[in-house]
């Protein structure tokens, strides 16, 4: 079957600092990787979305600069939090799909900035 | 994309039978709703998708109405595993879009 792995599944960094994270797609093709936020109390907010052979498409409110995805192959995509403060604080969750199929989604990962 | 509307929370016993419904008025005619859950400590796990009537699987069921307007995830003989965040999301996915979560509801099961 279809399975995401996601990690780290939680890890803390200081304020100011970057933090990255991985999404690794097994058992079928990531040919779009989506990226969300939940923070506390809230629902997924969709961060962005990437699709193999086009341009990475962000939402409102979430930039380049500050979330850098990578999608290189059909397995594959990180996303780094840039400068992280205690806003960034959340779950941080990728789903991935095969074309015409569901998402499948990671179990996240937690961040805390301290 | 269409908005969805669920009720915040609903409380069950295990054994049960759990109805969560959703209001998604300006549904296009190229979207489908799928249902999706979470439980602690982990991501959204799919359900059951469907576009129109009434789809089953080992899971759950759902019912749409005839306008598409509403639809109802039907949990038979709820336990303590059940208890969860259940999204209700409606996407023309052929498209291409990223699911849009909403608040969801959460259920609550008791022994």
């Known amino acids: 079957g279809a399975l995401v792995y996601q990690y780290p599944r939680r890890t803390i960094c200081k304020s100011g600092t970057s933090m990255r994270m991985e999404c690794q797609a097994v058992g079928f093709q990531a040919t779009s990787v989506a990226w969300y936020r939940q923070s506390p109390q809230k629902t997924f907010e969709l961060i962005a979305l990437s699709t193999v052979n086009s341009a990475i498409k962000y939402e409102q409110n979430f930039t380049q600069e500050k979330f850098p995805i990578s999608h290189p192959n059909l397995s594959f995509s990180s996303m780094t939090v840039l400068n992280a403060y205690l806003e960034d604080r959340g779950l941080y969750l990728c789903?991935?799909?095969?074309?015409?199929?569901?998402?499948?989604f990671g179990s996240g990962t937690r961040l805390l900035v301290i | 994309l269409a908005k969805t509307t669920q009720p915040p929370s609903m409380e069950a016993y295990e054994g049960q039978e759990v109805n969560v419904s959703c209001s998604h008025t300006?549904?296009?005619?190229?979207?489908?709703i799928y249902w999706y859950r979470q439980v602690p400590h982990q991501g959204p796990q799919f359900i059951i998708q469907?576009?129109?009537d009434y789809v089953v699987n080992e899971v759950a069921s759902l019912f749409i109405s005839a306008d598409r307007k509403l639809s109802t995830l039907s949990l038979p003989w709820v336990s303590l595993r059940d208890a969860a965040v259940y999204y209700c999301i409606v996407t023309d996915s052929q498209g291409g879009r990223a699911l849009i979560f909403g608040t969801g509801t959460t259920v609550s099961v008791s022994p």
């Open positions: 789903g991935a799909r095969e074309t015409n199929s569901d998402y499948t």
């Open positions: 300006n549904i296009a005619t190229s979207e489908y």
């Open positions: 469907g576009y129109k």
